[in-house]
Nanobody, 121 residues
Framework: EIQLVPSGGGSVQPGGSLTLSCTAS????????MAWYRQVPTNECELVAS???????YIRDSVKGRFTILEDNNKNTMYLQMNNLKPEDTAVYFC???????????????WGQGTQVTVSS
């Protein structure tokens, strides 16, 4: 069964850094498109970054220059490296792949609990 387990969230002060991890299993990770989404306090589910195999690597404008999406194919793990965090980055973060979205749906609430990131003074 396909599984994507995000971890590494926590509470940090503005300007701090945090790295999220997503461990994948149940599908071929190294040729699958991957993405990070986040559900912000307004409940909007927004795309943060995506790694498209052989295509465009997308980074949301509001996090560009601060966030980096990384993948380690040997560990079947995707990372979201977050620097200079801002209060508006506060959200529940999710990792997804198209197959998961086909199975469960296209809303953040379809994907499980995610991992909470809170940025505050």
């Amino acid at each position: 069964e396909i599984q994507l387990v995000p971890s590494g969230g926590g509470s940090v002060q503005p300007g701090g850094s945090l790295t999220l991890s997503c461990t994948a299993s149940g599908f071929t990770f190294d040729d699958s498109d991957m993405a990070w989404y986040r559900q912000v306090p307004t409940n909007e589910c927004e795309l943060v970054a995506s790694n498209i195999r052989g295509g465009t690597n997308y980074i949301r404008d509001s996090v560009k220059g601060r966030f980096t999406i990384l993948e380690d194919n040997n560990k079947n793990t995707m990372y979201l490296q977050m620097n200079n965090l801002k209060p508006e980055d506060t959200a529940v973060y999710f990792c997804v792949t198209p197959r998961l979205m086909q199975i469960r749906g296209s809303k953040c609430s379809d994907w499980g609990q995610g991992t909470q990131v809170t940025v505050s003074s």
